[in-house]
């Protein structure tokens, strides 16, 4: 045992302020050791010295575990239909990411624990204040077209997605944090992001957490149907839009030997389709399949399900400069009427965490838990109606999209809202029109007085704080300005000790529960179904599947 501790004080000794600070945090039992190896992980500590700091040990990216199994055979896959061409740098869709996430690789791996382990990089590492990150990649990796990949490939890549002029989804991730021209190259093997601000979390920026973040050639110039190159498991077989997709195994993968021969991608329309395929045995998986609408396969014994905590939710946006919802106390009323419980139950049989109106879900370590959870409180509701001068309440429309769970969910609102006196009328739209362009005054998303908006698991919460919330954010649909939550935000995000990032979240937690300008009712658990004769599949809640490892036993 004093061997023990003393190989772990000479650790220690090695290791800097920061990540010494995390071993206090994890020894006074303030952190737990999935919360450490996160944490750790995002400032660059390998495996091995996270696990000899505090014991124990940590899974690996999925191409370092050999499922069990032989080699070769088909995997079947069924998925949404893709809604827009194949482009990287673009692509936005659940279909989409999914058939470049094969193709393609991240600097690093995000999975379902939220840990961050290496992929194309073999390590990383902050400065002190976290404003430039130092990343090194690793050695001898191939594109499909025979390049060899260097640090001119990442540079490219990052200064293609940060230019505000290819209109890159990745955008929402990069605006005000990395600036095109930003990325360096050190050697060959050595790339260094100055970012426009220290970001403690800016790892994830760069992760499969970032779907638009796969390493293409430098030499990319858009079209990438035409070579569907990247460094990826997988090569493109055969691409025919809206029917479906075959790849067959890289067998140069810097990985390992990959386990199937091929993959075959179904592109279906919707949920039900999927389903009736899933049980038919003409797919082995699905990409993801949610409770409403899905209760066949979630109760038949031959699925399994994966089951991921996630932060993944829906915004229902209150306009804060309009004016039924100027006065923060009719959207406090409107948050109160809801119950939150009932619905986590009807919607998701349970398998969901309750929202408390931030994005601060309980799947992130930095979530401090003591603020109190908004409950269900019609007499109060209504005393707050009176307060602002509506207490007969008022007529509205709530303007959503046609997906999933949502105008289900829609319906629960209105009802919820009829009790305290609020009129609403729903207009749910298909989901691109309901997008539209996605730029104010062309977007019903971002337009509309109240509505409700899916958004996706993101393994840190920086772009969920920013994009929405922020006075000059990109995706504020409830047109909320306020410049101490501006400022606490800015704070959060250049943390790079996790303590800070906790007690500067616990403010953000109660200013957003107090001004209610988006309410946040629940993170729901990502569901990926498959059939029972498959094994190796790993997915995590950004729609995304490794199959590399997948057999058929």
Not at 207 to 220: E, K
Not at 260 to 269: G, N, V
Not at 279 to 295: F, K, N
Not at 439 to 467: C, F, K, M, Q
Request: proline fraction near 5%; glycine fraction near 10%.
């Amino acid at each position: 045992m004093g061997h023990q501790q003393d190989d772990r004080d000479a650790l220690r000794r090695r290791c800097t302020e920061v990540a010494n600070h995390l071993v206090d945090e994890f020894n006074a039992g303030r952190l737990s050791r999935r919360g450490f190896f996160q944490r750790g992980a995002v400032l660059g500590l390998s495996a091995p010295l996270m696990s000899g700091l505090v014991g124990g040990g940590l899974s690996l990216f999925p191409s370092a575990a050999r499922a069990a199994g032989n080699p070769g055979g088909t995997i079947r896959v069924g998925l949404t239909v893709p809604t827009a061409s194949i482009d990287p740098v673009a692509i936005a869709d659940a279909g989409g990411l999914i058939i470049i996430q094969q193709l393609g690789d991240f600097l690093i791996y995000d999975g379902p624990d939220l840990i961050l382990k290496p992929m194309l990089a073999e390590s990383w590492k902050p400065n002190k204040d976290g404003s430039v990150w130092t990343f090194k990649l690793r050695q001898g990796v191939k594109f499909h077209s025979g390049k060899t990949l260097t640090a001119d490939d990442v540079v490219a890549t990052f200064d293609r997605l940060a230019d505000p002029a290819n209109s890159s989804n990745a955008l929402s991730v990069f605006s005000g944090v990395l600036s095109k021209g930003n990325t360096k190259k050190v050697d060959d093997l050595t790339v260094e992001f100055h970012l426009d601000a220290p970001n403690g979390n800016f790892p994830y920026s760069v992760s499969t957490d970032n779907y638009n973040a796969i390493i293409l050639p430098a030499s990319f110039d858009g079209g990438y149907e035409k070579s569907f190159d990247g460094t990826g498991p997988f090569r493109m077989e055969k691409y025919t839009p809206k029917v479906g997709a075959s790849f067959v195994r890289n067998p140069d993968y810097w990985g390992g030997a990959v386990l199937p021969d091929r993959l075959e991608f179904s592109f279906y329309a919707d949920q039900q389709p999927q389903i009736l395929a899933l049980m038919g045995g003409q797919v082995d998986v699905l990409q993801q399949v949610v409770v409403q609408g899905g209760q066949a396969i979630l109760s038949n014994p031959d699925i399994e399900i994966n089951r991921i905590k996630a932060a993944t939710h829906r915004q229902v946006h209150m306009r804060t400069d309009s004016a039924n919802f100027k006065d923060k106390r009719v959207r406090q009323a409107l948050a109160l009427a809801l119950d939150r419980q009932a619905i986590v139950k009807g919607l998701f049989r349970g398998m969901s965490d309750l929202g408390n109106d931030s994005p601060m879900a309980p799947v992130y370590p930095s979530t401090d838990r003591s603020v109190p959870q908004r409950q269900k409180d019609i007499a109060k509701a209504k005393q707050l109606l009176a307060e602002a001068g509506v207490p007969n309440g008022f007529e509205v429309t709530l303007t959503t999209e046609q997906y999933q769970e949502i105008p289900t969910y829609a319906v629960l609102i209105k009802n919820a809202a009829a009790e305290i006196g609020i009129k609403i009328n729903l207009n749910v739209m298909d989901q691109g029109a309901y997008y539209g362009s996605a730029t104010y005054g062309n977007s019903p998303w971002l337009d509309s007085e109240l509505g409700i908006t899916d958004y996706g698991h993101r393994g840190t919460p920086n772009v969920i704080l920013s994009a929405p919330l922020v006075s000059n954010g990109s995706w504020n649909s409830a047109h909320f300005k306020n410049p101490a939550y501006d400022k606490l935000v800015a704070d959060y995000v250049a943390a790079v000790d996790l303590d800070t990032q906790r007690k500067t979240a616990k403010q953000i937690e109660t200013l957003l529960n107090d001004e209610v300008p988006v309410i946040f009712g629940y993170f729901y658990d990502f569901l990926i179904p498959q059939t029972k004769k498959v094994k190796g599949i790993t997915g995590t809640a950004l729609s995304q599947l490794f199959l590399q490892n997948a057999s058929v036993v």
